[in-house]
Each structure stands twice: as structure tokens, then as C-alpha cells.
């Protein structure tokens, strides 16, 4: 029962998480994205808020109480690779060499808490590349993002790369990624370490089949002594559903610790031939099993939800060429970047994204996008060749996980400043006497731009202390392929 439990609860959860990436329900789930744990921790170094330290700290007392059910349940790359062990296990049945029995490995510390000293060494010095690479939540946005939203080269090869390497290693080693890699495993290993709930052996029922030691995808379990490593174990509740003695509990740690006590005793004779046969006949996949029912239901909701995503995201965005061609704009490199409003900087802004691409696939109008230059690799760049920032738009700062955009209100967006316009006379049709255009000075929903007559010529004039930086008018601008208006970012977001 606790296993089919913690597998519906996995699936809504990672459900949830990839509509969020594919752009869907962030007004109803996007509280999903605040209960990652990297994310949550990165937005309680920037702002220690009641709310930031209640979700850090629940999720370490949670796994001090229950173990590692976080990366079973909450974590979206866990479900990821359970789903790749699953599709394993069930071509198994029909093809025998796919068949896998995993064995008891011992802990691998000289592995484990290097890469979390690293990698959490890594977020102190604001070195985001890495922890972008190895964050799970990062790591998970970037495949579904790469699927149903497309994207650059880079983000595309680093999607693909994450995708095989994880797939390989859930393929062929199960949770090994989860048990060795993973730095937020790894932290919530010295947790779930000392948990006061936990699975454990009972010495009086098992007859030492190796059943559940052979179907642990996290290779904690040694049958020979009957104990299991409670920093590596998931919770995923295999062992429970397989061992067909009942000697696989879940329950106080004290009862763990009473087992251990009893294991010295010599066990009387029973009759385990049959008991183990069953057991490594379900273990094989020789029996008809239902255990695997919600997985299945689960993979075809996946399909239909994934499907929808990218029915979402193939909208088209219409653009308003004015007296120009429709020609594309192309991106423009901007000093200082541009950066939502909301990040108060840009300094704070990509010391605290962990491109995740969240805010890139909540935003409707296509602003954001990932950076492909090393200093700010995968994480979000702003550009109006595609839309613009409407000022009663504030998705990316309601869904951000991180604190890299804090949540800011709609009466509120229009008082801040991100950059400022400035006008190209050389490319501006009406600045050439080519056009009366006017049209950014029409658009401008701040009244910063009004065309004033210059050396004869009606031609646009920004007032930067109106100027919001919503870029409209650099969309609008007739002028291609580069914009005769655009905007440059400020380094410190300014509230008016």
C-alpha cells in the first residue's frame, strides 16, 4: 500500500512540474517549483523570509522523520530515472538479458561528498554554471524544455547530454546517479541517515533470499547482514511490495535498532525454497504482476500531458511589422543585460538563478531566453525581437523557485525601471525623413517617447526617467532587421 501511495503522489507531482516547463498551470501548481529543495535553499541564502526558512526546514525535518521520500516523491529527475527503471523491468519480462538484478554496493564516499563540497562551494562563489549542471531541478527543466519548447544550440546539447547520461545510468545502475552524484542527495542523506522513521529488516521473518536486496534500485540493501544504508535509501518502497516473508517493515527506527539486537540469534529452519522461488520469479518478471498498474497509468497521463505542452507551446506569435517587410529582428548583445523586473539587479539576478528555465516557459510573450555566452550559460537572457515585457505581466517573478525574480505586483511592475530606450537616428525612418512614423511614440505605455521636431524632422525623443524599459517599442519598430530604437539595461533596478 505505501509503495502504490508513493508512486500517485510521484506522479502528480512530476506531472505537475513538467506542465509548469512546458508553460501550463503555473496559476495552480506553480507552488510545485517552491518546494524544490536547491531552488528553496537559493532563495533562502538571498532572503531569509519565514516562508523560505518554513520550506528549507521542512524538507530536512521531514527527512529526518521519513527518510529520503523527497527524492521519490518531490524530485522530478528521481521520478525521471524510476520511470526509466520501470520501462526496464518491463521489457524484462519479455526479453530475458534486460533482466536486472541489482547487488548490495557500499557507500561511496570519496564520490558523494567531494561533488556536494563542490558543488555547494560552487553556490557561496556564485559559480552558477556548475550548479546549473548538477542541480536536479535544473537539470530535469532543461530536457523537458529542450522537448516542448525547442531552444538554442546549447541548451539543446546540454539537454541531450544530461538525458543520456542520466538514462544510462538509471538503465543500468539504477539509483546510482541519486546514491553517488546527486549533491542534494547527498545532503539529504546525512539527514535520512538518522531518520526516526525508516525501512528495516525484520531478523525473525527473513530467510535471507536476496529478494529485496536484488530488486533495490539504490543498491542499500545487504541481505548478509540484513541491514540497509538509510543515507542512500529513497523510500521508494520496492523492498516492501517483493519480500513475500513480510520481513520488509516500515516503521519507528526503534523497532531497527531491536532487529539488530536480535540478529545474533540463530533463526529457526524454514521452509524458504518456495518462499524464494516466488520471490525471485516476481523479482524476474515470470509472474503476471499487478504492482505496476499506476506506473503504467502513469506513463500514458505523462504522453497526453506532454503532448499538451507542446500543443501550447507551438503557438504562433504574431508580430506587428508596421511599414516594414517582415523581416525577423535578430538578437541584440546588450551591456548592461537586461534582467526581469523583480531581480532588483543584475548582479543578484544570475548570482541566484540555477537555469532551470521555469520563467523562460512562463513567459507568454517570448522574452526570455537561454544564454548561450560561458559566463551566464543556460541562464535566462531578456530580448524584444519576439515580444515585448507587458507591464501587467508578471509570470516570471509568481513562478521563479529561486529568489532570482521576486514576485512583484501588477500596480507595481510599472514603477520599475529595468532600462532605458535610446533612439538610432541612422536607422529611424522618421530621424531619415523616409517615414512620420511615430509609432513607438503611439505604443509607449509610460508617455516616455514623444517625437519633437529636430533640424526639420519629427523624430522620437525618449525621457529617461519615464522609460521602463518594457521594450515595446523596440518591438514595434518598423525598422529591420535591428530595431532604430532599443533598450539598455540598468545594472540596479530603479523604483520610481
Not at 525547442?150 to 538514462?167: K, Q
Amino acid at each position: 500500500m505505501l509503495r502504490k501511495i508513493r508512486i500517485a503522489l510521484a506522479a502528480l507531482c512530476c506531472a505537475g512540474v513538467t506542465l509548469l516547463f512546458a508553460g501550463i498551470g503555473y496559476d495552480w501548481w506553480g507552488w510545485l517549483a517552491r518546494l524544490q529543495f536547491l531552488p528553496a535553499v537559493t532563495r533562502l541564502i538571498g532572503s531569509a523570509t519565514l516562508g523560505n526558512i518554513a520550506v528549507v526546514c521542512g524538507i530536512l525535518l521531514f527527512t529526518w522523520l521519513f527518510g529520503r521520500l523527497y527524492c521519490s516523491v518531490l524530485c522530478p529527475l528521481g521520478v525521471f530515472q524510476d520511470i526509466v527503471i520501470w520501462l526496464r523491468r518491463t521489457l524484462g519480462k519479455a526479453v530475458k538479458p534486460l533482466r536486472k538484478k541489482y547487488n548490495f554496493n557500499r557507500e561511496r564516499r570519496w564520490v558523494r561528498y567531494p561533488v556536494a563540497g563542490l558543488f555547494i562551494g560552487c553556490i557561496i562563489v556564485d559559480l552558477q554554471l556548475v550548479v546549473s549542471l548538477l542541480g536536479p531541478y535544473s537539470a530535469y527543466g532543461r530536457m523537458v524544455r529542450s522537448v516542448v519548447g525547442g531552444g538554442p544550440a546549447p541548451l539543446l546539447i546540454a539537454a541531450g547530454v544530461t538525458f543520456v547520461v542520466i538514462f544510462v545510468c538509471a538503465w543500468l545502475w539504477g539509483r546510482a546517479w541519486c546514491s553517488n552524484v546527486c549533491p542534494v542527495g547527498t545532503v539529504l542523506g546525512c539527514f535520512s541517515k538518522y531518520s526516526l522513521f525508516r525501512v528495516y529488516v525484520d531478523p525473525d521473518k527473513c530467510v535471507k533470499c536476496s529478494a529485496c536486496q536484488h530488486i533495490c534500485k539504490a543498491s542499500c540493501i545487504d541481505s548478509s547482514t540484513q541491514t540497509i544504508d538509510g543515507s542512500r535509501c529513497i523510500d521508494c518502497f520496492d523492498c516492501l511490495d517483493f519480500c513475500k516473508a513480510g520481513a520488509i517493515r516500515f516503521g519507528p527506527a526503534s523497532a531497527t535498532a531491536a532487529s539488530r539486537a536480535e540478529n545474533g540469534r540463530k533463526i529457526g529452519k524454514k521452509s524458504s525454497v518456495s518462499v524464494e522461488k516466488q520471490a525471485n520469479g516476481r523479482e524476474n518478471g515470470d509472474n503476471p504482476s499487478e504492482v505496476y498498474k499506476s506506473r503504467r497509468q502513469f506513463i500514458a497521463t505523462g504522453a497526453f500531458l506532454v503532448g499538451a505542452g507542446i500543443t501550447a507551446a507551438a503557438q504562433e506569435m504574431k508580430v506587428d511589422g508596421g511599414l516594414a517587410p517582415m523581416e525577423p529582428k535578430v538578437p541584440l548583445e546588450r551591456e548592461p543585460r537586461l534582467v526581469p523586473p523583480g531581480s532588483q539587479s543584475v548582479k543578484n539576478f544570475y548570482d541566484k538563478c540555477t537555469a532551470c528555465q521555469l520563467c523562460v516557459s512562463a513567459c507568454p510573450n517570448g522574452v526570455l531566453r537561454p544564454s548561450t555566452d560561458l559566463d551566464h550559460f543556460l541562464q535566462p537572457q531578456m530580448g524584444y525581437e519576439n515580444g515585448f515585457c507587458r507591464p501587467e505581466c508578471t509570470a516570471c517573478s509568481e513562478i521563479c523557485p529561486s529568489g532570482a525574480i521576486l514576485k512583484v505586483e501588477r500596480d507595481a511592475k510599472t514603477l520599475v525601471r529595468i532600462g532605458t530606450a535610446v533612439v538610432n537616428p541612422e536607422l529611424c525612418l522618421a530621424a531619415k525623413g523616409e517615414a512620420g512614423c511615430g509609432k513607438c511614440a503611439r505604443e509607449c505605455p509610460s508617455g516616455a517617447i514623444s517625437m519633437v521636431n529636430i533640424d526639420g524632422t519629427r523624430r522620437p525623443v525618449v525621457a529617461e526617467e519615464q522609460c521602463i524599459g518594457c521594450g515595446k517599442c523596440e518591438y514595434l519598430c518598423p525598422s529591420r532587421p535591428v530595431s532604430a530604437i532599443s533598450v539598455r539595461g540598468l545594472e540596479t533596478h530603479i523604483s520610481k
